[in-house]
């Protein structure tokens, strides 16, 4: 079979399968099994070459991998990749897959640091929110916190690829967590539990429940990060959220009653409210002491 036929038979077999873009992955899972193996994968190779045979081997790994990814596993836990930031992050299915929503955080945490500052991210998962904070602003130091201790492997693991700094810790929220921040940055699990079940089966069969499901009203463990976070920011620090689109009155509540200033949403580039942030009060602006 010519590597064209192939990629169109597997498109075929992904579109059947209710696979979302089923002709794109198939080009992908071609394009990460010729990688794997160390020879030219690109697109220029591709058309040049799409009408040579594939070797028989090709042909079987590559229909494996159609087979997988027709059980709706994500392609990302295929391939094992996601960038996010302009860098590559290593995901199987013990992390949330980095979504190109969560930039519009980092990007907002970028404003808030300088070299320095210690940053604090909760609910870490495969560290993508640190790690590229780290990364891209220089002199930072930061740690990475998350319950399952399967996900820090995840975020150790690409914290030494990308060669940098970070220290990871396995704590149920802030439990374990001492000392102040001048940052703290967490994307939590936040879709309400009722809303588990309309998700796409990619997310709701394969990736983790816990990264996920942020309880009845979704909106518990911002309660929870909160009360239990505040005295972890520095005086003067913030506090940055993501949040789904219709949670950010709540959220920016929690902040204010938590005696937060500065209280903001921001908009993410499709123009949905995606980030909630404020900033602890410096000692002089503090009325209650
Ligand atoms: N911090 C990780 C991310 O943004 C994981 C978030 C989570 O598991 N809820 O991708």
New binding site residues.
């Given amino acids: 079979m010519t590597y064209r036929s192939m990629v169109t038979e597997g498109g075929r077999v992904l579109a059947a399968a209710g696979v979302p873009e089923a002709e794109l992955d198939a080009w992908y899972l071609l394009e990460y099994l010729r990688k794997e193996r160390g020879e030219r994968s690109d697109r220029q190779w591709y058309l040049l070459n799409r009408e040579d045979e594939a070797r028989a081997e090709e042909e079987k790994a590559y229909q494996e991998l159609i087979e997988r990814r027709a059980k709706r596993i994500p392609l990302q836990q295929i391939t094992g990749e996601q960038e ?1 930031m302009g860098l590559s992050f290593w995901v199987n299915e013990h ?5 190109q929503d ?1 930039e519009t ?1 980092v990007e907002e945490a970028m404003g808030k640091v300088k070299s320095g500052d210690q940053v604090l ?1 909760m ?8 790690l590229s904070l780290l990364k891209l602003v220089p002199g930072l130091t930061g740690t ?1 916190v ?1 319950i399952s201790g399967e ?1 820090l492997k995840v975020a150790v693991e690409n914290g030494k690829r990308l060669q940098t700094e970070a220290s990871f810790l396995e704590s149920d929220l802030f439990e374990k967590v001492e000392g102040s921040f001048g940052l703290i940055v ?5 879709i309400a539990s009722e809303e588990i079940p309309t998700l796409m089966e990619e997310v709701r069969d394969h990736e ?1 429940i ?3 499901d942020g309880s009845a009203d979704g909106l518990e463990f911002y309660r929870r990060l909160v009360r239990e976070g505040k005295e972890h920011v520095k005086p003067g620090g913030w506090m940055l959220f ?1 949040i789904g689109c219709t949670q950010a009155e709540a959220v920016m509540e929690f902040l204010k009653n938590g005696g937060f200033l500065d209280v903001y949403v921001k908009k993410d580039l499709a123009g949905l409210e995606r980030v909630v942030g404020g900033r602890r009060p410096k000692q002089e602006e503090r009325n209650d002491v």
Avoid: H, K, Q
């Fill in positions: 996010f992390v949330l897959i980095p979504r969560t955080l991210d609910c870490t998962g495969s560290g993508c929110i640190l990475g998350d996900a967490s994307n939590p699990p936040y983790p816990g990264a996920l993501e």
